[in-house]
């Protein structure tokens, strides 16, 4: 048995899911659209209890906590943090997904711009896990292997793209941190990683495509940068997040996962 093909996404064999998270408790951040909204659904399906922290909880995937905070607001982070840990008597899993994008070269965004998208992709991913860190601290001691922190960062991390400078100086400063934090707490049990979307159909991306002055020449081109010839979907990147959360990535720590399409590491020559 197969699920629909959905445009040119090719269809995939379907499987029983595995219920590897059975038992756990997990909270994603940005979790009620797009790529957030995708993860906590396939957390749950996958047995995980899951709290959804996002600034409007509407789009949150039925039977989530929904908690509803803004990244950039240290106390609020606090409170919704420690309400998942209290709901779920213990917090394993982290998905530090929450984020902003901007436009434009090094000339064109203002310094308060700059204050602004560092400030939820960067700070917010900071605050989220100064507040996590303690619980999964306490979940770590009694469920070796199962306690995670990953992080949504970009392919714009490792990739130029153009008028992207400060996404991309964002996503940069998330990869480094990743990496820092994996060296600081795997020796407390705590896992910590990345994945690097490529072009991701996500609400974002839809909005950025329809104040194109010629919106379906933009997705042609976007989707041509990418060897598989299409959008990432949410979907797919959420695959990946749970596969690092997951208890069968235990050794897996300190890793950025491109899930771009091929476009980090191919490089084909022009179709004829």
């Known amino acids: ?20 998270f059975e038992g756990l408790g997990a909270l994603v951040t940005g979790g009620a659209s797009g790529i957030g909204a995708a993860v906590a659904a396939l957390l749950l399906a996958r047995g995980a209890r899951v709290a959804v922290l996002d600034r409007s909880t509407a789009g949150a995937p039925a039977g989530t906590l929904a908690l509803a905070a803004d990244v950039t607001d240290d106390e609020a982070v606090r409170r919704a943090v420690d309400a998942a840990a209290a709901e779920f008597g213990a917090l394993h899993t982290v998905v530090s997904n929450a984020g902003t994008g901007a436009v434009g070269t090094v000339l064109d965004n203002a310094d308060d711009e700059w204050r602004r998208v560092l400030d939820v992709n960067v700070m917010g991913m900071v605050r989220t896990a100064r507040h996590a860190v303690p619980h999964l ?10 306690v995670s922190i990953t992080q949504t960062c970009s392919i714009a991390a490792t990739a130029g793209l153009p ?5 991309s100086a964002s996503k ?9 934090m994996a060296a600081d707490h795997v020796r407390e049990g705590i896992r910590v990683n990345c994945v690097n979307p490529g072009t991701a159909d996500t609400p974002w991306v839809g909005r950025l495509l329809d104040q194109a002055p010629d919106p379906e020449a933009e997705r ?14 949410a979907d797919e ?4 997040v749970v596969h690092l959360a997951s208890p069968a990535a235990s050794a897996v720590t300190g ?3 491109a899930v771009d399409g091929g476009m980090q590491g191919l490089r084909l020559r022009p179709a004829t």
Do not use: F, I, K
Request: net charge positive; with cysteine; hydrophobic share 50%.
């Open 163 to 167: 008028e992207r400078a400060l996404y």
């Open 1 to 20: 048995m197969t699920r629909p093909t959905e445009g040119n996404v090719p269809a995939v064999p379907a499987h029983p899911v595995a219920r590897d």
């Open 172 to 180: 940069g400063a998330v990869l480094s941190l990743t990496l820092a």
């Open 255 to 257: 890793t950025a996962l």
């Open 220 to 233: 042609a081109a976007l989707n041509a940068r990418q060897p598989t010839g299409r959008l990432v979907t």
């Open 137 to 146: 601290r306490r979940a770590a001691a009694g469920a070796p292997g199962c």
């Open 237 to 240: 990147v959420a695959a990946a």
